[in-house]
């Protein structure tokens, strides 16, 4: 079945009608959505008007946030509309135009088993400053983190295959961070990522965005956060260790084997069952990371003894080496230890806009990929005052 298309909306502009008329009109969706997060009275009649050209309209009694809306209009989606390939994300404020949304929802007509990603490119003078710079630490983060690079991980254009609504519906996230979650969730459970590349608009720099550059800022980031929590408790539990076995014995090795030992444990359970997720075999996977612990207990032991040695403080040189081993125990552990993959890679699988242009272009058209007479509506000739 044809996709849906999924529009949250918090006190949308009346350019919003237009864009839904394409849509409509395109006979590339089988319906259309649109969650009212709250918008208030005054906008009341606009959504009205979206219910007078055949859009379903779901309403919030309240703000609830963008990631809430969703999972309200997803919720609907996934009972009302069960054949569905999936849903097609795109914001209200008219930042997404209709072209690029047929686009999208083509794209994931054709794959199904994709997450498809509309994403604009960042480097042209109309984009706001706070949306490049934020798109950038955000894209830097995830490179790291998740071991994918995504050219706008913050786009609301999205074409999510149904077999993704259940793990969605059950995220806690609510506001701009759902969107980041998601991606996570993505990557954490290796579905591919096919980015396509779409029109960059920003009308009056973005003033009708209801983003808060600060709030909203610390809860996409929080996302990451959380899935590094263990690294943070294990350095605290590692360090607490080789502070009280040093403190008793004074001997650098003897403390960073206990310590190793004791947050070592705590990390490759925790790691193995709620970070990564890993599907691989205990045998392999404590293997791997004991060999991991070993080598980076060796390169700490080495590198403390040296620094020591150089009159820096002891408890300085314990933080400073950690922090530096930190970066590359993490890489090794989600690139080689904690996979689900036989080829260990632990990378979400990316395709470019290049690789989309080739296979649509050589892609036979079939009567199921086009839209039947009775999945298409009549849309009205002109739009509602």
């Known amino acids: 079945m044809l996709p849906v298309a999924l529009i949250p909306a918090y ?3 009346p350019g919003l009608l237009g864009i839904v008329r394409e ?5 590339t969706f089988h319906a259309i959505v649109c ?3 709250g918008s208030g009275m005054e906008y009341r009649h606009l959504f009205d008007a979206l219910e007078g050209m055949g859009v379903t309209v779901l309403r919030h009694a309240t703000n609830l946030g963008k990631g809430n809306a969703l999972k309200t209009g997803i919720n609907h989606i996934a009972v009302n509309h069960p054949e569905t390939v999936g849903a097609v994300t795109l914001d209200a404020d008219g930042q997404h135009l209709a072209k690029d949304c047929i686009a999208v929802a083509k794209a994931l007509q054709a794959g199904g088993r994709e997450l498809v990603l509309g994403v604009r490119a960042f480097d042209g003078e109309s984009v706001p400053f706070r949306s490049r710079f ?7 983060v995830a490179r790291f983190l998740a071991g994918v690079d995504i050219t706008d991980t913050q786009t609301g254009l999205r074409g999510i295959p149904s077999f993704l ?3 969605l519906l059950r995220l806690k996230s609510g506001g701009y961070d759902f969107e980041l979650d998601m991606l996570m969730t993505v990557c954490e459970q290796k579905i591919p990522l096919r980015q396509l590349p779409i029109e960059t608009v920003y009308i009056d720099n973005n003033a009708t965005s209801s983003f808060n550059p600060f709030w909203d800022s610390i809860k ?3 996302v990451f956060l959380r899935f590094n929590i263990s690294a943070l408790l294990t350095f605290a539990i590692d360090y607490l260790v080789f502070g009280a076995f040093f403190a008793l014995s004074s001997s650098v090795g003897l403390s960073i084997v206990f310590a190793r030992l004791c947050a070592g444990a705590f990390n490759y359970t925790v790691n193995r069952e709620i970070v990564f997720r890993s599907t691989r075999r205990h045998s392999v996977t404590l293997l791997l990371y004991a060999l991991t612990v070993l080598l980076m207990g060796s390169i700490a032991y080495v590198s403390i003894k040296a620094l020591a040695a150089s009159g ?3 408890y300085a040189a314990k933080i400073f080496i950690e922090c530096v081993l930190f970066l590359f125990s993490f890489i090794i552990q989600r690139e080689l230890i904690f996979t689900k993959q036989k080829d260990a890679r632990g990378r979400c699988a990316l395709r470019t806009g290049a690789r989309t242009m080739t296979r649509e272009a050589h892609a036979p058209t079939s009567p199921r990929n086009l839209p039947s007479q009775a999945s298409r509506r009549t849309w009205p000739d002109s739009l509602p005052a």
């Open 312 to 314: 820096t403080n002891v």
């Open 220 to 222: 996409i980031y929080m």
């Open 134 to 140: 934020g798109n950038t630490v955000t894209r830097s």
């Open 165 to 167: 609504f259940t793990s």
């Open 11 to 13: 006190k949308p502009t």
């Open 35 to 37: 969650v009212d997060d």
């Open 23 to 27: 849509l409509g009109e395109s006979g």
